[in-house]
């Protein structure tokens, strides 16, 4: 699988830094893993399967890397979490009390007064790596995260 850059997340501010999380062939698509970030903090990371390329017919999906500890619950659960979309958006839901949060800007959708932080992600040389640093989404101008594939 080729990795693409034609879809790259947004870059942390200049004082964060990139964590190695796993290699990209490691990472399976609807599953999630959870990260220790160097700040102590937790990320999860998720590979969704995208769809189809409509000029080359070549499966493609995509990276979101959000904080790991569910709102809710207070729990370090969110990277067991359950993926999905709602008409279009893709969601992760929490295992526990099951509030669903956009994959792309960390929004409840249950309920738009809570949000996961959302961090850069990328890979380098097939190996998935996340950003310290939080920012307002991990998306390209299209909202989408990082393209894999």
């Not at 693409?4 to 200049?14: I, L, M, V, W, Y």
């Not at 102590?40 to 790991?68: E, H, I, K, M, W």
């Amino acid at each position: 699988m080729s990795v693409t850059d034609d879809f790259p997340a947004k870059e942390p501010t200049p004082a964060a830094t990139w964590t190695v999380v796993c290699p990209l062939d490691r990472l399976l698509p609807g599953l999630g893993v959870a990260a220790l970030l160097p700040d102590g903090g937790q990320v999860a990371v998720f590979r969704v399967s995208a769809g189809t390329d409509s000029t080359s017919g070549d499966r493609f999906d995509r990276l979101y890397a959000v904080g790991n500890i569910d709102p809710y619950a207070r729990a370090a659960v969110m990277s067991r979490g359950i993926i999905g979309d709602r008409a279009g958006e893709p969601t992760i839901a929490s295992p526990l009390l099951k509030q669903v949060f956009s994959l792309r800007n960390g929004r409840c959708l249950d309920d738009d007064r809570v949000a996961l932080p959302v961090h850069p992600v990328r890979v380098v040389d097939g190996v998935v790596q996340v950003g310290s640093a939080v920012t307002d989404a991990v998306v390209d101008d299209r909202g989408d995260g990082a393209r894999v594939g």
